[in-house]
């Protein structure tokens, strides 16, 4: 069963711009941060951003000033708005949620593309 539901992924011109969504499902509960990872090929998988419930963000150096992270916790989703991108942005991205209680969900991955 499905439980984090990504969307928004695709492939862009550098400089352009998406917005990734990350759902989580009614099972989940006591969500603690909601945030998104990345791996692109070769690469170990990284942090870009995470939010708390309470809006404290986290953002990778590389994305500080270029994406924004915001978070809907009536809806269980978070956004990461991603601007300005750069082809070394290409990667799959990953939504990770981690609970209080019940460890941590991921998603299956969504592709971003930045073509130069």
């Known amino acids: 069963q499905v439980q984090v539901v990504e969307s928004g992924g695709g492939s862009v011109q550098a400089g352009g711009s998406l917005r990734l969504s990350c759902a989580a499902s009614?099972?989940?509960?006591?969500?603690?941060?909601m945030g998104w990872y990345r791996q692109a090929p070769g690469k170990q998988r990284e942090l870009v951003a995470r939010i708390s419930s309470g809006g404290v963000t986290d953002y990778a150096d590389s994305v500080k000033g270029r994406f924004t992270l915001s978070r809907d916790n009536a809806k269980k989703t978070v956004y990461l708005q991603m601007n300005s991108l750069k082809p070394e942005d290409t990667a799959a991205y990953y939504c990770?949620?981690?609970?209080?209680?019940?460890?941590?969900?991921w998603g299956q991955g969504t592709q971003v593309t930045v073509s130069s």
């Open positions: 009614e099972s989940i509960f006591s969500i603690h941060t």
């Open positions: 990770q949620i981690s609970t209080w209680l019940r460890g941590d969900y």
